[in-house]
């Protein structure tokens, strides 16, 4: 698979997830899916694309919360608490052969 067809199959995954139709702010949701990689690559050491269903849920998870939560400043919500342990859960939890791109 080619990365824009990689990137077309996350995209309409994500679309999906947030329950959105239509394309007006696809180039926002494909720019929040890269943030979220790299903030659970940098944050795990976990290479993406991979296998893993809760990296994917980590990702999904923090495209959500940043699509709905635009603003710079605002409050803390639970999403935080469990943002934070799934990309521990990923951190900690990885066995090794899984680290790895596959």
Do not use: C
Request: proline fraction near 1%; hydrophobic fraction near 40%; charged fraction near 30%.
């Amino acid at each position: 698979m080619t990365e824009a067809e990689q990137k077309e199959k996350e995209l309409e995954k994500a679309k999906k997830y947030l329950r959105i139709d239509g394309d007006a702010e696809d180039d926002l949701i494909l720019h929040f899916i890269a943030a979220a990689k790299e903030y659970i690559t940098n944050a795990t050491g976990l290479k993406f694309p991979n296998n893993l269903a809760r990296a994917e849920l980590a990702v999904m998870s923090f495209v959500t919360h940043w699509y709905e939560n635009r603003q710079i400043s605002g409050t803390t919500s639970n999403l935080d608490g469990v943002l934070t342990t799934m990309v521990n859960q990923l951190k900690y939890l990885v066995v090794d052969g899984e680290k790895d791109a596959e």
